[in-house]
């Protein structure tokens, strides 16, 4: 079996106000411990944003939908 570590929307609007996630300082911390962990153990780091539409915090090419910079994929991922 292998192992790979998914970041689903993990992306600028998640974090902000007003449309921030529960605990979402917690969580960003959480997500930032846990990428470095599988970036030490050589596994595979994926990522999936989501799509809104026109006008949405995440509407693709507008600063909300881009991943959080804190987490931002490296080359390969």
Do not use: C
């Amino acid at each position: 079996m292998k192992e790979a570590l998914i970041i689903l929307d993990a992306q600028v609007n998640m974090f902000a106000e007003p449309t921030a996630a529960y605990d979402a300082d917690r969580l960003l911390e959480r997500l930032v411990w846990l990428i470095a962990q599988a970036r030490q153990s050589h596994l595979p780091v994926f990522y999936v944003q989501h799509n809104g539409s026109p006008g949405s915090v995440d509407e693709p090419g507008t600063p909300g939908w881009e991943i959080h910079p804190a987490l931002a994929p490296q080359p390969g991922e």
